[in-house]
């Protein structure tokens, strides 16, 4: 019994692996949290450009009137303004990590 108890404690092949499980776990744990966040930015450009494209859809029509054999009809028009936040570029991120708005 006495040479099983000192076998295991001069054993120190677990530690070893144990050890190196831990360094490389902790660098991949950094570099996902590294690609995530690079990740959530790039989601955010291009969520940003699809809602610019859809701003920038022009919804102004415009019909002539008709007359003709004793009968008229007028024509209608309607023109789009630019919409607040319509551009490229309008919603960036905050890097300001205090919390406070501006």
């Not at 050890?19 to 291009?46: P, Q």
């Not at 009137?65 to 009968?71: P, R």
């Not at 023109?79 to 490229?88: G, L, M, P, S, T």
Request: charged fraction near 20%; include cysteine; hydrophobic fraction near 40%.
């Amino acid at each position: 019994m006495s040479q099983l108890i000192s076998a295991l404690y001069r054993d120190e092949a677990g530690f070893i692996v144990s050890a190196e499980l831990v360094l490389v776990s902790t660098i991949a744990v950094l570099a996902m949290i590294v690609g995530l966040s690079e990740v959530a930015l790039n989601v955010n450009n291009e969520l940003e450009d699809v809602g610019s494209s859809y701003g920038k859809m022009s919804q102004a029509y415009q019909y002539q009137g008709l007359s003709g054999h004793n009968a008229c009809w007028g024509g209608s028009s309607w023109y789009e303004v630019i919409d607040f936040c319509d551009e490229d570029g309008d919603i960036v991120p905050n890097n300001d990590v205090s919390g406070e708005r501006r």
